[in-house]
C-alpha cells in the first residue's frame, strides 16, 4: 500500500466526511490538507483540523470565486481572520486569481490581483507556502508570487502553457497533479513535463472528475491521480507515491516520520 497525501480537499463540504477519512486512512492516506475558501470555510476546516489532529491539516484562504460576494470590510475582516489563526495553518490557501468571463463579471482583475497580493504577503511574512488557484491568469499569478518573495507556492491543478510552467519551476515552485490528469488534455500536458521533484497529488474534493463517466471525488481519489501520473511519466507507482509524499512533507514542513 502506497502512503500518500491528498494535498487539497474542500472538507468543509463533504457529506459524510467522518467515514470518508477513515476510508483514506485504509487506502493509504497518511495526510490531508484541508483548504479554507472564505470565513466560514476557514473555521470549519480549523474545526475539522482539531478534531483530526496529525491527519488534516488546514490552510486558510479566500478564493477568488468567493469576492463577488463581499464588501471592502468583509474583504479585511476575512484576511484579518486568517492573520489571527496563521499559527494554526499550514499554508495560505486556497488563493488565487480567475479570470474565467463569468469570474470577471463579478469580481474585476484588478480586485481579484489586490487581494491576492495581500494575501501573499501575509504567506511571505510567516514564511507561510501558499496554495494557488490560478485559471485563465498564470502568468498573473506567477508574477504575483514571485513579486511577494515567497519560497512555497504549489500552482494546483495546473492548465497553463508550457513557457509559465517552465517558469513557475524555475522558480522553485510546484504544481499539483488531480484525477483530471486521467482526461483533460492540457493538464495531463502540464503533469507529464512537470519533472517529479515539483509534483504533488492532490483531489480538489469533491469537485465532480469524468467525461462520459462522471463522479464527485473525495480524498481516496488521491489513487486516481497516482494511477495517472505513473502512466504519463512511464514510472511505477511507488516512486510517483515515494517521491510525491516527500514533496509534501517538505513543502507544508509535515512533522510525519515517512
Request: with cysteine; net charge negative.
Amino acid at each position: 500500500m502506497h502512503k500518500l497525501i491528498d494535498t487539497h480537499a474542500h472538507l468543509d463540504e463533504l457529506q459524510n466526511l467522518d467515514s470518508m477519512l477513515e476510508a483514506a486512512k485504509k487506502a493509504g492516506i497518511i495526510a490531508i490538507v484541508a483548504v479554507g475558501s472564505n470565513h466560514q470555510s476557514n473555521i470549519r476546516t480549523l474545526e475539522i483540523s482539531q478534531k483530526h489532529g496529525h491527519f488534516v491539516y488546514p490552510a486558510l484562504g479566500l478564493h477568488p470565486w468567493e469576492l463577488a460576494n463581499l464588501e471592502t470590510p468583509e474583504i479585511d475582516e476575512n484576511l484579518r481572520f486568517i492573520e489571527q489563526n496563521i499559527a494554526s495553518a499550514v499554508a495560505v490557501g486556497e488563493i488565487g486569481l480567475d479570470y474565467d468571463k463569468r469570474v470577471l463579471r463579478v469580481a474585476s482583475k484588478e480586485l481579484q490581483q489586490e487581494v491576492l497580493g495581500r494575501l501573499l504577503h501575509i504567506a511571505s511574512k510567516y514564511a507561510k507556502p501558499a496554495i494557488i488557484h490560478s485559471r485563465y491568469a498564470w502568468k498573473d499569478a506567477l508574477s504575483l508570487a514571485q513579486n511577494s518573495v515567497i519560497d512555497r507556492a504549489v500552482f494546483h491543478w495546473f492548465t497553463g502553457f508550457s513557457s509559465v510552467l517552465r517558469d513557475i519551476i524555475d522558480g522553485g515552485y510546484f504544481v499539483s497533479a488531480t484525477p483530471a490528469s486521467e482526461y483533460h488534455e492540457e493538464h495531463r500536458r502540464a503533469v507529464k513535463e512537470a519533472p517529479l521533484e515539483r509534483l504533488l497529488l492532490e483531489t480538489d474534493c469533491p469537485v465532480t472528475y469524468g467525461r462520459e463517466a462522471r463522479y464527485e471525488s473525495r480524498p481516496t481519489d488521491v489513487l486516481r491521480g497516482l494511477k495517472a501520473v505513473s502512466q504519463l511519466k512511464g514510472v511505477d507507482e511507488s516512486t510517483i507515491a515515494e517521491q510525491t509524499t516527500r514533496n509534501a512533507i517538505e513543502f507544508f514542513s509535515f512533522d510525519i516520520v515517512f
